[in-house]
């Protein structure tokens, strides 16, 4: 399943730093799989995700 990326304030400048990067460094996207990583930059805490990371926003990406 597919989810808009959780909007959590205090995790939304991690997002933007990563985000930021990606730009500077001509990046399409980025894609985090680790479940601490994930959890640090969406709030997510179930066993399966993915987080999707681009210069326009994020998704997360989960099994149902």
Do not use: K, W
């Amino acid at each position: 399943m597919r989810y808009n990326c959780p909007h959590l304030p205090e995790r939304a400048p991690r997002r933007l730093a990563i985000s930021s990067a990606l730009e500077q460094r001509t990046l399409d996207a980025l894609i985090v799989t680790c479940p601490a990583n994930v959890r640090y930059l969406s709030g997510f805490t179930g066993s399966n995700g993915a987080l999707l990371l681009s210069p326009g926003g994020c998704e997360l990406f989960t099994d149902p």
